[in-house]
């Protein structure tokens, strides 16, 4: 009687155990590591516009809706906007050009990249980008993991009171930057040969 009760109870466990994995199996790699996130489905066209000292920022997926996964933004940076040259210690950026042309210097080579462009950049890889063309640039940006998203809202709220050229606005985006430290690491000021 005791090895028939074993023996239940060993089949039990192994087709328990035996569905769990299936269970497991059928998850993505994302839901595995990350556990449950959202689905996000949005149309872009009708998401809310914030101004912020690039130009306007949309976003798309937030580092809450996809458990901490990634964050997706859409970006519209005016004619005479660059970055300082930085670098992302802690995750990917990847640029998806809607339209205009994106100039973007890695390493020692500087490419301009028209809307079609896809650029995908190592976490650690120093970079600056920047519009020099004369209508607006739009991109599609993602990172992964998530968080750098915040950095974006903290400069809409920053934009609500102070501009670009104001004479306390680098202070300000400065403790923007120390703030999300963990996000971009600004090594200097990115001053790209002309093209």
């Given at each position: 009687?005791?090895?028939?009760?074993?023996?239940?109870?060993?089949?039990?466990?192994?087709?328990?155990?035996?569905?769990?994995?299936?269970?497991?199996?059928?998850?993505?790699?994302?839901?595995?590591?990350?556990?449950?996130?959202?689905?996000?489905?949005?149309?872009?066209?009708e998401l809310e516009d914030f101004p912020y000292d690039a130009g306007n920022v949309k976003f798309i997926a937030s580092n809450d809706d996809t458990g901490g996964a990634?964050?997706?933004?859409?970006?519209?940076?005016?004619?005479?906007?660059?970055?300082?040259?930085?670098?992302?210690?802690?995750?990917?950026?990847?640029?998806?050009?809607?339209?205009?042309?994106?100039?973007?210097?890695?390493?020692?080579?500087?490419?301009?990249?028209?809307?079609?462009?896809?650029?995908?950049i190592p976490r650690g890889t120093p970079h600056g980008q920047g519009n020099f063309g004369k209508s607006p640039v739009r991109l599609l940006t993602t990172f992964t993991?998530?968080?750098?998203?915040?950095?974006?809202?903290?400069?809409?709220?920053?934009?609500?009171?102070?501009?670009?050229?104001?004479?306390?606005?680098?202070?300000?985006?400065?403790?923007?930057?120390?703030?999300?430290?963990?996000?971009?690491?600004?090594?200097?000021?990115?001053?790209?040969?002309?093209?």
């Amino acid at each position: 009687m005791k090895r028939l009760q074993l023996a239940v109870i060993c089949a039990v466990a192994v087709t328990y155990g035996f569905d769990q994995a299936q269970t497991i199996k059928k998850q993505s790699p994302l839901q595995q590591s990350q556990g449950k996130f959202k689905i996000v489905a949005v149309n872009a066209n009708e998401l809310e516009d914030f101004p912020y000292d690039a130009g306007n920022v949309k976003f798309i997926a937030s580092n809450d809706d996809t458990g901490g996964a990634y964050s997706v933004v859409e970006l519209t940076e005016m004619p005479g906007y660059k970055t300082a040259w930085h670098q992302h210690n802690h995750c990917e950026e990847a640029f998806y050009v809607i339209e205009g042309v994106l100039t973007i210097t890695l390493g020692d080579k500087t490419r301009e990249f028209p809307s079609g462009s896809y650029i995908l950049i190592p976490r650690g890889t120093p970079h600056g980008q920047g519009n020099f063309g004369k209508s607006p640039v739009r991109l599609l940006t993602t990172f992964t993991p998530g968080g750098f998203d915040r950095f974006f809202r903290d400069r809409v709220e920053l934009y609500k009171t102070v501009k670009p050229g104001g004479p306390v606005f680098q202070e300000k985006f400065d403790g923007l930057r120390a703030k999300h430290k963990r996000w971009v690491e600004v090594l200097g000021t990115w001053n790209p040969e002309k093209l």
